[in-house]
Nanobody, 120 residues
Framework: QVQLVESGGGLVQDGGSLRLSCAAS????????MGWYRQAPGKQRELVAQ???????NYSDSAKDRFTISRDNAKNTLYLQMNSLKPEDTAVYYC??????????????WGQGTQVTVSS
């Protein structure tokens, strides 16, 4: 069984910074693409940033130039450094990963989410 556990969310003022982490645990063979998504109240979940195991990165337009995604493959951990935060970044942030377990094919897993609130 796989668990993705996010941490690092919280309340921050406009212009502030936060660093999110997502740790994957379980009998993991390999992890392909990992990503951060977010969902604001009344809105659909949207991609924030993705990173492959080859370190190819994709950002949403809203995240470019402010957010940095990275991963530590040895620790099966994903990060999102968020700078210059704006009130419109307020959302629940979810970690997502495509994971292969021993003896099974690849499956997509989601974390439970961490709340990020940016006050004006």
């Amino acid at each position: 069984q796989v668990q993705l556990v996010e941490s690092g969310g919280g309340l921050v003022q406009d212009g502030g910074s936060l660093r999110l982490s997502c740790a994957a645990s379980g009998t993991i063979l390999s992890i392909n693409t990992m990503g951060w998504y977010r969902q604001a109240p009344g809105k659909q979940r949207e991609l924030v940033a993705q990173i492959t195991n080859g370190a190819s990165i994709n950002y949403s337009d809203s995240a470019k130039d402010r957010f940095t995604i990275s991963r530590d493959n040895a620790k099966n951990t994903l990060y999102l450094q968020m700078n210059s935060l704006k009130p419109e970044d307020t959302a629940v942030y979810y970690c997502n990963a495509r994971i292969w377990l021993y003896g099974t094919g690849g499956m997509t897993y989601w974390g439970q989410g961490t709340q990020v609130t940016v006050s004006s």
